[in-house]
Structure formats: structure tokens, C-alpha cells
């Protein structure tokens, strides 16, 4: 589909989002949260809800990216954990070389938080990169490069860590990681502008409209007289950049990080994006339903938590999720072709 064709079917796709079953499935479990709890529907509740949405939707963003052109990134909750780490240790660092120490009593980073997003970017950006070299120029395949570098960045993030957390200290973590504007929580805001932002850069320009034909036919898209490689390292820094800011809004509310947090949510991801019908084979896909499919997956696992399941049967709901998702998607691919 050509830039001009996607830019007039949008109104279409607009008009047709009450038909979503996403929507409906949303609206299901906020039902049946509202009927069975009086404080599912708390304003406190909602808010928690839709900071865990921001959570999930920024890497199911990244990785929906990544399934667009037809790979797959398995590094990217590792990456969103590594990067941030980095940032606090590159930022003491920085801070000792000018004498001020900002890592304080009780392993406490106080340093520059302007410093610490910067670096933090930076690495998850070059660790896409990486991956995306790898991937395009190296002939790796994308599961078994990123499935690599997801066993080194958790094995790097202990030896950075030496085991411990780090925790963080000031007003800009708090801001990111707990403030609320006009109701809605500061995270959940900066997830809806960048998926914005995103959904403008793939459906209205040259870039994005090759990512998506990469995805849907590589070999003619190659044959067009597309360089699809430096197209195909684009995309797993995109989803380097989301992780690295999933990991910021998770560092943030957390107030703290270590190498072992985030374990499992690249199968988050991959769940949200194939319910949101980003195609596991490339070339289709719409952030609008990503973001929609986070809230959805958001509210379902904050129902269990309120009904008191235990973690690990969340952990098989979300695998059962997963599961039901890709042969929907495999169902759905049939019947099209």
C-alpha cells in the first residue's frame, strides 16, 4: 500500500473503530471490573492501570516496529533494563571525574537526571543498532541475534550492577514516574505522543512506507532499488529508543533498577503487538491498535490483580494470551490469502 493509498483509507479506519473487537474487549473487562470490585473504576485504580499500559505499550511499540519489517526483537526488555543501568553508572562516573558524587550512601543515584535520560537513550539506541547490523548486514537471523544479545545485556547488567539496585533519587523521577496531568498519569501522556509521532513517521513518510513494504515483500522491495539494510537498522534502533524510554518511565516508578527486573516482558510485547494485528510475518500493522491493545492487556491483568490471583497464574494468562493471539494471527493470514 502506497503512502497516498494508507493516508485515504484513514478516515475509513477511523470511522470503523467502534467495530473493533479490541474495543469491545476492553469495554468487557471494564465491566465485569466495575461489577465485581468497587474500586476497579477508582480514580487511583485507573491511574495505576494506564501507568502499567505505558509500561507495556512503549516496548510492544518498539517491537511492533521490528515485526513490521518482519524480524523480531528478543532483546528488548533486556535492552530497556541494560540501558538505564548504564546511564546511572556512566553518570557517577561522569560526576566523579568533576568531583561531585552521585552515588550516595545506600547505592542512592542523585546525579543529573538530564545526564542520565541522555546516556540512557544513547545505549538503547547503539544496542539497536547493534542488533540491526547484525540483523541486515551480518545475515543473522533476528531471533537468534537479539535472543544473544538478550543473554549478554542480562549477564552485563549484573556485572555493572555487581547484583545490587541502584536506587533513584530526585524530582524528575517523581514527575516521570508519578505525576498526573488534568487526571491522566505523566507516563501514560508521553506513551500516547510518541505513539503519534510514530504512527505519523510510518503512515506518512518515505521511511515508513518502506518499512511496511520490507515486511510485506523484501525481495521486491530489493529489486525496486530499495537498500532495504539501512531501513531494517532504522527499525531496531526505533525499538532501542522505545525500550530505553519504557525503561526511564519503569526506573522512574519503580525509584530504583537492577539487572533482574523485566523478566519475560519481550513475550509481553510480542503478545500486545499480535493482538493489536501487527503481523508476525511483516508488513501489516497499526500502533493506534497497539495502544489500544496495552490498555486492553493492562486492564485484564489489573482485573486478576484485584480479584487476588496470584502472579504466576498471570504469568499462564499471559502465555495462554500469546498463544491464542498468533493462531488468530495465523488464522487470519490463511483466510486472506
Known amino acids: ?39 476497579y473504576l ?3 485504580n485507573i491511574q495505576n492501570l494506564l501507568r502499567n499500559a505505558a509500561l507495556v505499550g512503549l516496548l510492544a511499540t518498539g517491537m511492533s516496529i521490528v515485526l513490521i519489517t518482519g524480524r523480531i526483537d528478543l532483546s528488548i526488555a533486556a535492552n530497556m533494563v541494560f540501558a538505564t543501568i548504564i546511564g546511572v553508572v556512566v553518570t557517577a562516573w561522569i560526576g566523579r571525574e568533576f568531583d561531585v558524587r552521585w552515588i550516595v550512601r545506600g547505592n542512592t543515584f542523585v546525579g543529573s537526571p538530564v545526564v542520565f535520560i541522555a546516556v540512557s ?13 547484525g540483523v541486515a ?8 541475534m537479539t535472543l544473544v544479545s538478550l543473554t549478554a545485556l542480562r549477564g552485563m547488567g549484573y556485572l555493572a550492577t555487581n547484583g545490587a539496585p541502584f536506587y533513584l533519587k530526585g524530582e524528575t523521577f517523581n514527575w516521570l514516574g508519578d505525576a498526573v496531568l488534568l487526571g491522566v498519569p ?40 530499495i537498500k532495504t539494510k539501512r531501513y531494517i537498522v532504522t527499525a ?5 529508543f522505545f525500550a530505553t524510554v519504557a525503561g526511564l518511565v519503569f526506573t522512574a516508578r519503580l525509584k530504583s533498577v537492577e539487572a533482574a527486573l523485566a523478566q519475560g516482558y519481550e513475550l509481553t510485547a510480542i503478545a500486545i503487538a499480535v493482538i493489536g494485528g501487527v503481523a508476525l510475518g511483516g508488513g501489516t500493522g497499526s500502533l493506534w491498535r497497539v495502544l489500544l491493545a496495552a490498555v486492553t492487556f493492562a486492564a ?22 500469546l ?15
Open 186 to 225: 505523566v507516563s501514560f501522556a508521553l506513551f500516547i505522543i510518541l505513539v503519534a509521532v510514530t504512527h505519523f513517521f510510518l503512515t506518512c513518510t518515505t521511511t515508513g512506507g518502506r518499512l511496511y513494504a520490507i515486511g510485506g515483500n523484501e525481495t521486491a522491495t530489493l529489486y525496486s532499488g
Open 137 to 144: 548486514y551480518l545475515k543473522v537471523a533476528s531471533f537468534i
Open 1 to 39: 500500500m502506497t503512502i497516498a493509498e494508507r493516508a485515504s483509507a484513514r478516515p475509513l479506519a477511523v470511522s470503523g473503530i467502534l467495530k473493533d473487537p479490541i474495543l469491545w474487549l476492553l469495554v468487557s473487562i471494564v465491566i465485569v471490573g466495575a461489577a465485581t470490585s468497587p474500586h
Open 121 to 133: 537513550i544513547m545505549t538503547g539506541v547503539a544496542i539497536g543498532i547493534v542488533n540491526g547490523i
Open 300 to 321: 485484564g491483568l489489573n482485573l486478576l490483580a484485584i480479584w487476588g490471583v496470584p502472579t504466576w497464574y498471570q504469568n499462564l494468562a499471559i502465555g495462554a494470551v
Open 236 to 240: 531496531f534502533a526505533l525499538s532501542g
Open 42 to 44: 477508582s480514580e487511583l
Open 323 to 337: 498463544v491464542l493471539a498468533v493462531a488468530m494471527a495465523r488464522f487470519q493470514y490463511k483466510s486472506q490469502h
